[in-house]
């Protein structure tokens, strides 16, 4: 039976490797057909910014790969309302729409999970 | 000579910004760079651009922001010392 899978994001995307480890799960997840949504929280927001390039720096460009997620039957992406703003980041501008969610959603989300996975 | 302060993480900014003197530069790389684009610091900053167009950066930089290629990078390593990196 599906489950109900929230990746909670809230990495940078060219730190480390960890964000795009992430998104790589959960595609898998959307492959076996679960359940799958995301939230991007914190320092996760960054993975939203539009004209990424990761080439420069010999790496994957984590925003692609973000839009890679619809094709995958992942359509439900949030980013967390605090963390756009205090990054000065427009929710009309970024590389993928998302649902912009107040805390009290947010814990309404995370509770509604049968898993919560982080990056 | 003026010291070079390397700041890899945006909120590594805040403790350079406590010891760094006004003649000192200040240079973002890696995910300092973030700092370029979100902090509210007035003073002159240097940012690598490779690292700034690989986040997508670019058109978020603030005015008190120069891009810094690697040579220039190179360059302010000689004419500075010492070299302090907040990770």
């Known amino acids: 039976m599906a489950k109900r899978i929230l990746y909670l994001l809230r990495q940078t995307p060219y730190g480390s490797s960890h ?5 790589e799960s959960a595609l898998v997840s959307g492959v076996f057909d679960q359940t799958v949504c995301v939230l991007f929280k914190d320092d996760g927001v960054w993975q939203l910014v539009p004209d990424q390039d990761g080439a420069l720096i ?5 925003g692609k790969m973000l839009k890679a997620l619809p094709e995958y039957e992942i359509t439900r992406l949030f980013a967390c309302e605090r963390s756009l703003a205090e990054r000065n980041l427009s929710p009309a501008d970024l590389v993928v729409a998302v649902k912009v969610l ?8 995370l509770a509604d999970q049968d898993a919560v996975l982080n990056d | 000579m003026s010291t070079l302060h390397l700041v890899n993480r945006p909120s590594a900014l805040a403790s350079c910004l ?5 003649e000192d530069t200040i240079l973002l790389l890696e995910d ?7 902090s509210d610091v007035d003073r002159p900053l240097h940012a690598i651009d ?5 986040r997508g950066l670019s058109r978020r930089l603030r005015e008190n922001v ?9 360059r302010l390593v000689e004419d500075h010392q010492p070299v302090v990196s907040w990770r």
Do not use: I, K, W
């Open chain 2, 50 to 54: 490779v690292d700034v167009m690989a």
């Open chain 2, 66 to 74: 120069t891009l810094a290629s690697y040579e220039d990078f190179v």
């Open chain 1, 19 to 23: 964000a795009a480890e992430a998104l």
């Open chain 1, 102 to 109: 107040a805390p009290a959603e947010q814990a309404e989300l």
């Open chain 2, 32 to 38: 300092g760079v973030y700092a370029a684009a979100a």
């Open chain 1, 58 to 62: 010999g790496t994957r460009t984590v």
């Open chain 2, 18 to 22: 406590e010891t760094a003197r006004d």
